[in-house]
């Protein structure tokens, strides 16, 4: 069985300040992980994706994302934060079989002035 | 825009219902997934569909159906509606439906059971 935890459910950040939104995951199976975005009112938008070539992802906006097995661990990271980053975040893991997507709970960032 | 399209934006019912949610998947894309999104719950699939057949269920209701047609959109029925129904139905594609693609969101039908 895989699952996804996303540890915080909210966190705050100052304008240019350094993003890091936490994702550990379980899989039985070498996973495929994705950071997704919702704005609100919106759908889900892809922010990047982990499928082995690398370890080291990047995505849009200037997102980042490091797998580390070891620590089963896909944390996301921004330099620094911009007032537009303000969103709901999701981590989400794909195993071999199927295609359906196991999400994390969320976390929402904020970004003050 | 992701090229996904959902109809209506907005749904309100009551209590004991039926209504219908319609999906058109991007240009190309054969597979078809549905998502509910509630407080309670967070993200939860329900049904994905590849090309008119059905390929995986997850945590769908009995009340609840989905089909795909011929032209590849899909629609999700929802029946016998209670309170808790109440959600964003997300639809998603994707290109053949496999793990390592990206899965594309559409904006979603936000459902109120009254």
């Known amino acids: 069985a895989q699952s996804v935890t996303q540890l915080g459910s909210h966190v705050s950040v100052s304008e240019g300040a350094l993003v890091l939104l936490r994702c550990n995951y379980s899989s039985s199976v070498p996973p495929y992980l994705f950071w997704y975005v919702q704005y609100p009112n919106q759908g889900l938008q892809l922010l990047l994706k982990y499928t082995s070539a690398a370890t080291l992802v990047k995505g849009i906006n200037g997102f980042e994302a490091e797998f580390k097995k070891s620590e089963t661990s896909f944390h996301l990271t921004k330099p620094s934060a911009h007032m537009s980053d303000a969103a709901e975040y999701f981590c989400?893991?794909?195993?071999?079989?199927?295609?359906?997507?196991?999400f994390g709970q969320g976390t929402e960032l904020s970004v003050k002035p | 825009d992701s090229g996904v399209t959902q109809t209506p934006k907005h749904l309100i019912t009551a209590t004991g219902q039926r209504v219908t949610l319609r999906c058109s998947p991007r240009?190309?894309?054969?597979?078809v997934y549905w998502y509910q999104q509630s407080l309670d719950q967070g993200l939860q699939f329900l049904i994905q569909?590849?090309?008119?057949?059905?390929?995986a269920k997850g945590n769908i209701l009995e009340r609840f159906s989905a089909q795909q047609f011929p032209d590849l959109h899909s629609e999700l029925n929802l029946s016998s509606l209670e309170l808790g129904d109440s959600a964003l139905y997300f639809c998603?594609?994707?290109?053949?439906?496999?793990?390592?693609?990206?899965?594309?969101f559409g904006p979603g039908t936000r459902l109120l059971v009254l």
């Open positions: 998603a594609s994707s290109l053949r439906g496999q793990p390592i693609e990206t899965q594309y």
């Open positions: 240009s190309g894309d054969l597979s």
């Open positions: 569909y590849y090309n008119g057949e059905e390929r």
């Open positions: 989400a893991v794909r195993g071999n079989q199927g295609g359906k997507l196991i």
